[in-house]
């Protein structure tokens, strides 16, 4: 099991950029499927973005395409997300998820991970 832990969320008004981070508790983040969630209030969690392991493909949802991007930093165990262009339909509680081997179909099933970080607020403002 591996802790983590997310920020840099907060509060920005419409068109502005955040980047959050994730630094994960393992040594090594390289052979992890690494990925990004969200949850708005009354809604369920929907999948954002995923690194499915180190070097391999990323995936994003449809309507963040564009404008977010994924990332990792191995030697500092840690993915970002990257997000440009807010729109106030992206204001959710962002969760970082971790599973220790390489997803393929089920990169975007929030039950695929096993270890969830706390979440952290991004609320846009129009």
């Known amino acids: 099991q591996v802790q983590l832990v997310e920020s840099g969320g907060g509060l920005v008004q419409a068109g502005d950029s955040l980047r959050l981070s994730c630094t994960a508790s393992?040594?090594?983040?390289?052979?992890?499927?690494m990925a990004w969630f969200r949850q708005a209030p009354g809604k369920e969690r929907e999948f954002v973005a995923a690194?499915?392991?180190?070097?391999?493909?990323?995936y994003y949802t449809d309507s963040v395409k564009g404008r977010f991007a994924i990332s990792r930093d191995n030697a500092k165990s840690t993915v970002y997300l990257q997000m440009n262009n807010l729109k106030p339909e992206d204001t959710a509680v962002y969760y970082c998820?971790?599973?220790?081997?390489?997803?393929?179909?089920?990169?975007?099933?929030?039950?695929?991970?096993?270890?969830w970080g706390q979440g952290t607020q991004v609320t846009v403002s129009s």
């Open positions: 393992s040594r090594t983040i390289t052979t992890y499927a």
């Open positions: 998820a971790a599973e220790p081997r390489r997803l393929y179909s089920t990169y975007y099933y929030h039950t695929a991970y096993s270890d």
């Open positions: 690194s499915t392991q180190s070097g391999g493909p990323q």
